[in-house]
C-alpha cells in the first residue's frame, strides 16, 4: 500500500500517514481511483488541533479490521480543512443540511462524481447511544453502493440538488435599519456571563469590533464586558497568554483546549481597539485590556512564531501526564496542591482565591482552570504568573500544528500593526514585517499563490478568496506604519488578482475558485471562525483604495458591502465585519467620512512618537493611518507637497476637504472627529 501522506506539508495528514487506511490526498487523482475501481469515496476532514479527530483516529483508522473495511468497499481521502476550507465549507453544509449538527471530525460519503449521499462527524468504534458503529456505517453504505446503487444515486442527486438551491445567493433589497439590527444584538448579549448567545460560546471579535464603532454607551458596554469577561475566564490562558478556541459552558469557566492562530490574531485587534476606546479613568478595565494585549503578543512570540519569521496555525488541546497518557487540557490546569508545590503555602493561598482554585475542581479529577477574581495586586500577580509560567514549562507541552496559513497570518499582521501604533511597541511592527516578508517569498509564485505552507516549503493547496483579502488587509496596514509604498502595491496586486478569480456577477466575492470534484462553488457572507471572504475584501479594498487614492477600489467595496446587508440584518452575530462597515458608512452618514490621516515624520523615532502614537489611538474607525518620511513616493502623492515640522506633522483629509495641519498631538483629535 502506498503512503500518499508521507510527503505532505500539513501536520494533519502527517498524523495519518502510517495509517492502515489507505489515503488518498483531496485531488482529481483521488476521484479518478474511485471511478476506475467505481467505488464511493469516503471523505475524512479534520485538523491538527482537533481533539475527537484524533480520538476517533486511535479508535478507527489505526484499526486493521476497519481499515481492511475501507480498502475494500471505498477510495479514502483525508483532508486538512485548513488547507482546503473550500472542501471543507461545501461538505459541512451538507453534512449540516443531512444531520442537523457539523463539526470535525467531518465524515462524508460521496459518489465518485463527488455527489454526497450520507454524512456524519464522530462515528464511535462500538455502537453507542443510538449511533452506529463506524465499522457498520461502512459497511451498510458499502453494501448500498453494491446492492442498491440506483437508490443511492438517485439520493446522492436529490441530495445536491437541494444543496444547490439551499446555497443560491439572495442578497437583501434593502440597506439594514441599524437600530434594528443592534437592537437584535442586545437581544443576545449576555449581560450578566459577557459575550453572545449559550452554551458553547465563543469569543466574538469580529462583533465586538463592530460594536466599537461609534462607541455609543450601550454598545460600548457590550464590547468592554465581553472582552472583560473572556480575559479574567478560563478560556483566557492567565499563565502563558492567549485564547483558547470556545468555552464549553456559558460563563467562560472551561474551554476547549485548542489554540489557534485566527482566534487570537482578531482577538489581538479586538483588545488594542478596546483598550483605546476605554476611558482613561477606568485604570483596571485599561490596565486588564492591556496586559492580555502583552500577555497575548509574548505567547505569540514564544509559542507561535516559526524560525522564518511567520506564525504556526494552532497548538493542540490534548497533551500527555506525568504517566505518559493524553488528556484534553491537562498542560493548563491546577490543583490547590499543585499550585502548593510551585509557589509555597502562603503564594498558593493567595493564588488559590485570585484564580478560584478549590478542591471539587471546575474540571476533570478536581482540576481547575484558573479565572482571575477581583484587581490582585499587579506586582506579586505578575511574579506569581512567572513562577507557574516556569513550573508549567517542564510538563508536556501541547503539540503544533507548525504549517503557515496565509490568511490567518494576514489577519495577524493587521491586528500587529495596529496594536504596535496604539502601544508605541516597534518589535511589534517589526514581528509583522517579518511575517509580512515570509509571506511575499514562500506564498507566491507569480501571479498564483498558496495557501499554506510548512518550514519555509510552500503546499499544493491553491490560495482562497480570504487568503488574498487577509494579506492585501495585512500587507497595506504595513504600508501606512512603515511608510513604505512597496507594501501598498502588493496589496493593490492581491486585490487585482482576487477580482480577477473570485469577483460574482452581483459585485460580491466567491469563497474560491470553481472545481469540479466540489457539488457546488462556496460562498458565504456569514462569518465563521473568521470573517466571510467578502467582508475582509471589503475592508482591504476600503483601506488599500484610500490609501492609494483608487476610486475603484472604494466603489468596488461599496458594491460587496451591499452584498452582505441581507447577512447584517437577518444574523447579526455571524456578520461582525460587515456590520462594522455597515456602521462606519452610517457615520459618514452623518457627517464623519472616512479619513486619511497622514504623518509626515522629521526622523525615524517619531514613526512611535507622541504624534503618531496619538494618530493610532483616536482616529476613528475607518481611518487610513499613513506614516512617512517627508517627501516619501507613492500612497497617491499623499505625501507631495507637506513638509515635517520637528516630532512630526499630522494631516488629515476627509472625503474633498483637508484641515489645517497639525503639531501637537493634543490638538490631533479635532481634525480627526470634525463632522461635515
Avoid at 502527517?14 to 476506475?36: I, S
Avoid at 476606546?277 to 505567547?299: G, I, K, N
Wanted: one cysteine or more; aromatic letters at 10%.
Amino acid at each position: 500500500m502506498a503512503n500518499r501522506l508521507a510527503n505532505a506539508t500539513s501536520p494533519y495528514l502527517l498524523q495519518h500517514a502510517e495509517n492502515p487506511v489507505d489515503w488518498w490526498e483531496w485531488g482529481p487523482d483521488a476521484f479518478a481511483e474511485a471511478k476506475r475501481r467505481d467505488l464511493p469515496i469516503l471523505l475524512s476532514i479534520g485538523y491538527a488541533a482537533c481533539h475527537w479527530c484524533h480520538v476517533m483516529a486511535h479508535e478507527s483508522f489505526e484499526d486493521p479490521h476497519v481499515a481492511e473495511l475501507v480498502n475494500q468497499r471505498f477510495v479514502a481521502v483525508k483532508v486538512d480543512r485548513e488547507e482546503h476550507p473550500d472542501v471543507d465549507q461545501v461538505h459541512m453544509a451538507a453534512t449540516q443540511a443531512l444531520t442537523g449538527r457539523g463539526g470535525w471530525p467531518m465524515t462524508v460519503f460521496l459518489t465518485p462524481a463527488g455527489a454526497p449521499f450520507f454524512a456524519g462527524t464522530y462515528f464511535p468504534p462500538q455502537p453507542s447511544h443510538g449511533s452506529p458503529s463506524f465499522s457498520q456505517v461502512v459497511e451498510t453504505l458499502g453494501d448500498a453502493w453494491r446492492d442498491r446503487r440506483d437508490e443511492v444515486l438517485s439520493s446522492a442527486g436529490s441530495i445536491v440538488s437541494e444543496l444547490q438551491r439551499l446555497g443560491d445567493f439572495e442578497a437583501a433589497d434593502s440597506k439594514p435599519v441599524i437600530s434594528a439590527v443592534l437592537e437584535t444584538i442586545r437581544g443576545d448579549f449576555d449581560m450578566i456571563r459577557g459575550g453572545f448567545g449559550g452554551a458553547p460560546k465563543f469569543p466574538a471579535a469580529m462583533l465586538i469590533d463592530a460594536l466599537l464603532v461609534k462607541g455609543d454607551p450601550s454598545s460600548l458596554d457590550m464590547a468592554q464586558r465581553s472582552c472583560e469577561a473572556m480575559a479574567r475566564g478560563g478560556i483566557h490562558d492567565q499563565v502563558g497568554g492567549g485564547f483558547h478556541r470556545y468555552s464549553v459552558d456559558n460563563a467562560w469557566v472551561v474551554p476547549h483546549f485548542e489554540k489557534m492562530l485566527y482566534d487570537n490574531a482578531l482577538l489581538l485587534g479586538s483588545y488594542a481597539r478596546c483598550w483605546r476606546r476605554t476611558a482613561d479613568h477606568d485604570v483596571t478595565l485599561r490596565a486588564l485590556f492591556e496586559h492580555v494585549c502583552y500577555s497575548l503578543v509574548d505567547w505569540l512570540r514564544a509559542e507561535m512564531l516559526v524560525d522564518d519569521g511567520a506564525f504556526a496555525a494552532s497548538l493542540d488541546a490534548d497533551s500527555c501526564d506525568i504517566r505518559g497518557a493524553v488528556h484534553e487540557g491537562i498542560y493548563y490546569v491546577w490543583s490547590p496542591e499543585l499550585l502548593s508545590d510551585a509557589l509555597g503555602d502562603e503564594d498558593a493561598e493567595w493564588a488559590q482565591r485570585v484564580f478560584h482554585v478549590h478542591s471539587q475542581g471546575n474540571f476533570e479529577h478536581g482540576l481547575s482552570t484558573l479565572q482571575l477574581r477581583g484587581t490582585p495586586d499587579r506586582e506579586r500577580l505578575t511574579r506569581v504568573l512567572a513562577t507557574l509560567r516556569t513550573e508549567r514549562s517542564a510538563r508536556f507541552a501541547p503539540g503544533r500544528d507548525d504549517k503557515v496559513v496565509a490568511a490567518w497570518n494576514g489577519l495577524l499582521i493587521d491586528s500587529l500593526v495596529q496594536a504596535a501604533g496604539i502601544f508605541a511597541e516597534p518589535e511589534w511592527l517589526a514581528m509583522a514585517q517579518e511575517a509580512a516578508e515570509y509571506l511575499w517569498r514562500v506564498h507566491r509564485d507569480g501571479e498564483s499563490w498558496v495557501r499554506t505552507s510548512r518550514a519555509a516549503v510552500a503546499g499544493t493547496s491553491p490560495a482562497v478568496c480570504e487568503d488574498y483579502a487577509a494579506m492585501a488587509l495585512g500587507f497595506a496596514r504595513l504600508a501606512g506604519a512603515t511608510g513604505r509604498d512597496e507594501w501598498l502595491q502588493r496589496a493593490c496586486q492581491l486585490l487585482e488578482l482576487a477580482q480577477r478569480r473570485f469577483a460574482a456577477p452581483d459585485g460580491g466575492y466567491f469563497d474560491a475558485e470553481a472545481s469540479d470534484l466540489l457539488y457546488r462553488r462556496p460562498r458565504d457572507v456569514t462569518d465563521n471562525a473568521t470573517p466571510s471572504a467578502t467582508a475582509t475584501m471589503t475592508a482591504a479594498l476600503r483601506l488599500t483604495g484610500a490609501m492609494a487614492q483608487r476610486t475603484d477600489f472604494l466603489e468596488r467595496a461599496d458594491r460587496a458591502a451591499t452584498t452582505t446587508w441581507g447577512a447584517v440584518a437577518g444574523h447579526p452575530r455571524f456578520a461582525g465585519w460587515s456590520l462594522a462597515d455597515l456602521l462606519v458608512s452610517d457615520e459618514a452618514r452623518r457627517g464623519l467620512k472616512p479619513a486619511e490621516c497622514v504623518v509626515v515624520l522629521d526622523d525615524e523615532a517619531s514613526r512611535h512618537g507622541q504624534l503618531a502614537t496619538a494618530a493610532w489611538r483616536m482616529a476613528p474607525a475607518g481611518t487610513a493611518v499613513i506614516l512617512g518620511a517627508e517627501g516619501s513616493d507613492g500612497f497617491g502623492g499623499l505625501f507631495t507637497d507637506r513638509p515635517a515640522s520637528a516630532g512630526g506633522t499630522a494631516y488629515v483629509c476627509r472625503g474633498q476637504t483637508c484641515f489645517e495641519p497639525v503639531n501637537d498631538y493634543n490638538e490631533l483629535k479635532s481634525p480627526l472627529w470634525h463632522r461635515m
